[in-house]
């Protein structure tokens, strides 16, 4: 049988017990604060570059690109074309709301046109004038031609100006050469830009000693002007032809010139002018004109000479009406194979005559 625990041995072992707890307990707390102080000291540490990280994280997502650039590099595919050929300006998107804007330095006897990426639209742009376009593209084709030098350095600008600060942020500066292997070395080339070609043919008809017959006469030939415009344009392989007729002037003409006037007496010889354009992309097949002149007659001229683009030949036809008075009207139209559109070959319009 087990005699009892002396009582007082018993606090004592409680007491101890007590006080160990007390010191564990201290012992702790301590260690507690300790790893506290340190894990504050860390995260001050390591605050900054996680904000930082989720910043270049948001950034990341607002780009939506990881070919986003902060710069503004502009590279071409080619740094020398022959003539009629294109090259491609190329640049990364900045993800910045602005206009990009080229422009070339003017060459005598050079002419340019552009397409935007993606559009698929040609445009024809003088020298030393802007074209401007938007921030959501990132590249160019030029298209470049020459007709006076074999050999023309064409130096050109693309510029990126960014909106509401209307701050230059990039700027690329570049040369291309461009090449006519069909004129010779030192050859001034075929035109200039203020060049014109004019072709004037008038038949020389003896004035009638007899009354005039009842049966019209032959209308005269007529007289030809082929004009060029400012620059030298460009046909695309891939364009396509639209050639127009325009009524651009009715009068008469007293010897090689044509002057305008709503009404015509009679006895001079009457003319009206057609101006045929070519307001496609593409050089055109030779075209036909034919004409049914006021006085009755039947004028018509074929096979005539193909047009460049925005190229135009205006025409006067000069034909005697000694037996019209009052008002008489024409008409007539065009006729070219691989016409795209053939509602703006048709013309036609009125002449009053007097006596």
């Avoid at 004037?200 to 032959?218: Q, S």
């Avoid at 001079?268 to 050089?283: C, L, M």
């Avoid at 460049?308 to 019209?324: H, M, Q, S, Y």
Wanted: glycine content about 6%; overall charge negative.
């Amino acid at each position: 049988m087990n005699s009892p625990q002396n009582p007082q041995k018993q606090q004592i072992a409680e007491e101890s017990k007590t006080a160990t707890i007390k010191v564990l307990a201290i012992v702790g707390s301590l260690a507690v604060i300790i790893i506290g102080v340190w894990l504050a000291v860390q995260i001050v540490r390591v605050l900054p570059n996680a904000f930082s990280s989720l910043a270049s994280i948001a950034d990341d997502v607002y780009r939506g690109d990881s070919t986003a650039s902060d710069t503004f590099e502009v590279s071409t595919n080619k740094s020398s074309i022959e003539s009629g050929e294109t090259f491609t300006l190329s640049w990364k998107d900045t993800w910045l709301e602005g206009t990009y804007r080229f422009r070339y330095e003017c060459i005598d006897g050079v002419s340019v046109a552009v397409r935007v990426a993606g559009t698929g639209t040609v445009e024809y742009i003088e020298c030393n004038e802007i074209f401007s376009f938007t921030d959501s593209v990132t590249s160019l084709e030029v298209f470049l031609e020459s007709e006076k030098y074999r050999t023309a350095d064409i130096a050109y600008t693309i510029t990126f100006i960014e909106a509401g600060v209307d701050e230059l942020f990039g700027e690329h500066i570049g040369t291309i050469t461009v090449t006519n292997p069909e004129i010779a070395d030192g050859d001034t080339g075929v035109l200039t830009e203020d060049s014109t070609i004019t072709d004037e043919v008038v038949d020389d008809v003896e004035e009638p000693t007899e009354p005039v017959p009842t049966t019209p006469a032959t209308p005269k030939k007529p007289v030809q002007k082929m004009v060029y415009i400012p620059y030298v344009p460009i046909s695309l392989d891939n364009g396509y032809t639209d050639l127009k007729a325009t009524v651009v002037g009715i009068g008469y003409v007293k010897g090689k010139t044509f002057y305008p006037s709503l009404t015509i007496d009679n006895d001079d010889d009457a003319a009206i002018q057609i101006e045929v354009r070519n307001i496609g992309t593409k050089t055109s097949e030779e075209w036909d004109i034919d004409i049914e002149l006021p006085n009755g007659e039947d004028y018509s001229r074929d096979n005539r000479k193909s047009l460049k683009p925005n190229e135009r030949e205006i025409i006067t036809i000069v034909f005697e009406a000694k037996d019209e008075t009052g008002f008489e009207e024409f008409d007539g139209k065009i006729s070219v194979d691989n016409d795209t559109d053939r509602t703006n070959n048709n013309f036609g319009g009125v002449m009053q005559f007097v006596n």
